[in-house]
């Protein structure tokens, strides 16, 4: 199982149009990744859901900061590795040094992601 992570609210101005350009954009890695034979996940496709069941109205809410950010990182924590997509990302860099830190893999572009086995 590997985390896609990348820019989501970053460079945005939380346009709607551009948040889901980045998450459609880790979406097609975490496609990607599958079709290579592997799990790629993303922490949007659970914290979006769940920002939007704890009544989120806008990126950076009380609900978003208590839900988006410690989703991604209980999620990191069962994963193998992590894929570094995008450009500039506070978020998406945290969740790869923790992954270092956690003795995780991190690539950096699908090319340098192994074989599934």
């Known amino acids: 199982m590997i985390l896609v992570a990348g820019p989501y609210r970053s460079g ?3 346009d709607p149009r ?3 350009a980045n998450v459609r954009a ?3 890695a975490a496609l990607e990744l599958f079709r290579a034979g592997h799990l790629g996940v993303t922490g949007e496709a659970i914290a979006l859901p769940l920002l939007e069941t704890a009544g989120s109205t ?3 809410d009380p609900a978003y900061e208590e839900l988006f950010h410690p989703v991604a990182e209980q999620l990191l924590a069962r994963c193998d590795a992590v894929l570094r997509i995008g450009g500039p990302s506070e978020g998406a860099d945290r969740m790869t040094a923790r992954a270092r830190d956690w003795g995780k893999a991190v690539y950096t572009s699908l090319d340098a992601v192994p074989a599934a086995r």
């Open 18 to 20: 551009k948040l889901e």
């Open 58 to 60: 806008r990126p950076g």
């Open 26 to 28: 880790m979406n097609e």
């Open 12 to 14: 945005t101005g939380d």
